[in-house]
């Protein structure tokens, strides 16, 4: 996660900008970092290319609801199923998708990963799932990374012991939603690429296994495509 953004100012404003939207926040919440606008952003192309009339996109791990309304603002017919686990996240999410008018594209569950979306979502019908899960260690959390839970929430960074632990959940759940051809797209920490291509590599579910790299050359997403369901 980027200190690129001060936090405290952000949640004294009450807003952040993300992909040119003001976006609301309370301390509920992570505070959209501009390092995501490169996982909007290709979601975003990927969902242009595959060029549907109404193409369905779930984002896991909302936090403040950013992602799914930039994607449903730029992608003006995409219906946009949003999750996440919190009451705070859910609240903040819930919020940025009344503040933008997008109530009629863009729906906000709360629950563990795709549970919440289970009994709403057909599977096998989704084309892109995006996903900015915690990736911190719990070890660096207790060390060079405990300012970021000075003021931000502790779940919207910790994922075990590798920093990993929701990205592998996601791999193996969003198989069961993917249509053949839909994309999983992941935001990564500096340096987790190559184990989060390897997870979508050993499901054996995912073909075209890529990463994208931000202007500095670093990459901070990994994708791949569902393959057919045996």
């Given at each position: 996660?980027?200190?690129?953004?001060?936090?405290?100012?952000?949640?004294?404003?009450?807003?952040?900008?993300?992909?040119?939207?003001?976006?609301?926040?309370?301390?509920?919440?992570?505070?959209?970092?501009?390092?995501?606008?490169?996982?909007?952003?290709?979601?975003?192309?990927?969902?242009?290319?595959?060029?549907?009339?109404?193409?369905?996109?779930?984002?896991?791990?909302?936090?403040?609801?950013?992602?799914?309304?930039?994607?449903?603002?730029?992608?003006?017919?995409?219906?946009?199923?949003?999750?996440?686990?919190?009451?705070?996240?859910?609240?903040?999410?819930?919020?940025?998708?009344?503040?933008?008018?997008?109530?009629?594209?863009?729906?906000?569950?709360?629950?563990?990963?795709?549970?919440?979306?289970?009994?709403?979502?057909?599977?096998?019908?989704?084309?892109?799932?995006?996903?900015?899960?915690?990736?911190?260690?719990?070890?660096?959390?207790?060390?060079?990374?405990?300012?970021?839970?000075?003021?931000?929430?502790?779940?919207?960074?910790?994922a075990g012991p590798y920093g990993i632990a929701i990205h592998m959940r996601v791999v193996r759940d969003a198989l069961r939603y993917l249509r053949p051809g839909g994309a999983l797209l992941f935001e990564v920490g500096l340096g987790q690429d190559r184990q989060v291509a390897s997870l979508l590599e050993r499901s054996k579910g995912y073909d075209d296994?890529?990463?994208?790299?931000?202007?500095?050359?670093?990459?901070?997403?990994?994708?791949?495509?569902?393959?057919?369901?045996?």
């Amino acid at each position: 996660m980027s200190q690129d953004i001060d936090v405290a100012d952000a949640y004294s404003r009450g807003s952040a900008v993300f992909m040119g939207m003001e976006m609301l926040v309370a301390s509920g919440a992570l505070v959209p970092r501009p390092e995501t606008e490169l996982l909007g952003s290709t979601a975003v192309d990927v969902l242009q290319q595959m060029n549907l009339p109404a193409p369905r996109v779930i984002d896991m791990c909302c936090g403040a609801g950013n992602l799914a309304c930039a994607i449903a603002r730029q992608v003006p017919t995409a219906q946009v199923w949003a999750s996440d686990l919190t009451d705070g996240c859910v609240a903040v999410a819930c919020r940025n998708v009344a503040h933008h008018g997008l109530a009629d594209r863009v729906s906000v569950q709360q629950g563990d990963l795709f549970d919440a979306l289970s009994t709403l979502v057909p599977q096998g019908t989704i084309d892109v799932v995006v996903c900015n899960p915690p990736y911190i260690s719990e070890k660096r959390l207790e060390g060079d990374r405990s300012h970021l839970v000075a003021l931000e929430p502790r779940e919207a960074f910790a994922a075990g012991p590798y920093g990993i632990a929701i990205h592998m959940r996601v791999v193996r759940d969003a198989l069961r939603y993917l249509r053949p051809g839909g994309a999983l797209l992941f935001e990564v920490g500096l340096g987790q690429d190559r184990q989060v291509a390897s997870l979508l590599e050993r499901s054996k579910g995912y073909d075209d296994i890529g990463v994208v790299t931000n202007r500095a050359g670093e990459a901070r997403v990994v994708l791949g495509y569902a393959k057919p369901q045996p």
